[in-house]
């Protein structure tokens, strides 16, 4: 089938692959514009685009596919290439009705959550921070409405009380490979049947910002362990920012006078939370310091019992 593809992140890569690496004819891959990165201001290619060149796909980087000039040449040139399919995996633009409507087969979506759940920019992130244990990824036929398509095909996968987010975005992005060749096949053998999304059921996982990181020991230890592992989290210890990569949450003994925030356990880095339990510290990153396991970083800091962490 002759498609073209749209995505930018590593999320899309795997689903570049898999069509260019099965028979298909990617025609071109459009993707957001290279940005500067580092001291020296490089620019450095999505990684979407890095994949394409090296299948010597042609690639296009429109600022914008709604107004302007960029929006009308990029119509023109999807309009050249003629797909029969267009394939949407974390483009991060919208697209406008004209090219939802060009190709043949319309354009498809590779969604990370279980439509109608999680809608929107950051689903996976979303679904660890809120102490999910199912997601998985969907394919469905896309629409003006964000996220609001028929759905396609789907794929289920648990998510242990201990995965990251960066773990599970690494599982679902190959999960979505294989849901998209199995819905690719399924269109050109006309055996698809689209479901209507159910808008009672369906939530918004909105972008995820720098602020949310920010941790609230008077919160349960679960909260807190959740947003570690699904954005990381920072406090202050003695006066200097505290970055958390990894957490456990453990029964505390004894510490019921603590603060919370508190040190409950200096040998552990274990800190005292709002509903009695603790949440130890296992993987850090100190103020002006690279990141590591913290066992290493008591090596040389001596904790004491009942030191506040918090900004």
């Known amino acids: 089938m002759k498609i073209v593809f749209m995505g930018t992140p590593d999320f899309a890569v795997p689903c570049l692959r898999v069509l260019a690496e099965n028979g298909h004819e990617v025609a071109g891959v459009f993707t957001q514009p290279d940005k500067p990165k580092g001291r020296g201001y490089k620019m450095i290619p999505t990684p979407v685009k890095a994949a394409a060149q090296e299948y010597g796909i042609p690639v296009y980087q429109p600022l914008s596919l709604r107004k302007g000039e960029d929006a009308a040449a990029a119509m023109e040139t999807l309009k050249a290439l003629e797909p029969e399919l267009i394939v949407v995996v974390a483009y991060g633009q919208i697209l406008p009705k004209e090219i939802l409507e060009l190709p043949k087969h319309h354009c498809i979506n590779i969604h990370a959550s279980l439509l ?5 920019a950051a689903p996976i992130q979303w679904s660890v921070l809120n102490g999910e244990t199912k997601t998985g990824v969907t394919s469905m036929l896309m629409a003006e409405g964000l996220d609001t398509g028929d759905m396609l095909l789907r794929a289920e996968t648990e998510i242990d009380g201990d995965e990251s987010a960066d773990s599970l975005h690494d599982r679902l992005s190959e ?9 690719v096949a399924a ?3 006309g055996t698809l049947n689209p479901e209507p999304q159910d808008d009672v059921l369906s939530s918004y996982a909105s972008r995820i910002t720098k602020e949310m990181s920010q941790l609230d020991f008077a919160k349960p230890a679960q909260v807190l362990h959740n947003t570690i592992r699904g954005i990381t989290g ?15 949450v453990v029964k505390l003994h004894g510490a019921d006078a603590l603060e919370n925030g508190a040190v409950a356990d200096a040998e552990q880095f274990t800190v ?3 509903d009695g339990m603790g949440l130890r510290l296992t993987e850090i990153q100190p103020e002006g310091k690279k990141r590591m396991k ?13 030191t506040i962490l918090g900004l």
């Open 294 to 306: 913290t066992e290493d970083y008591l090596r040389g800091k001596k904790l004491e019992e009942g």
């Open 116 to 120: 109608p759940a999680y809608r929107g």
């Open 175 to 183: 999960m979505g490979a294989k849901v998209l060749l199995d819905t």
């Open 187 to 189: 269109i050109e053998n």
């Open 272 to 274: 005292k939370c709002g």
């Open 234 to 248: 920072f406090t202050a210890l003695e006066g200097k920012r505290l970055k958390i990569y990894a957490s456990k």
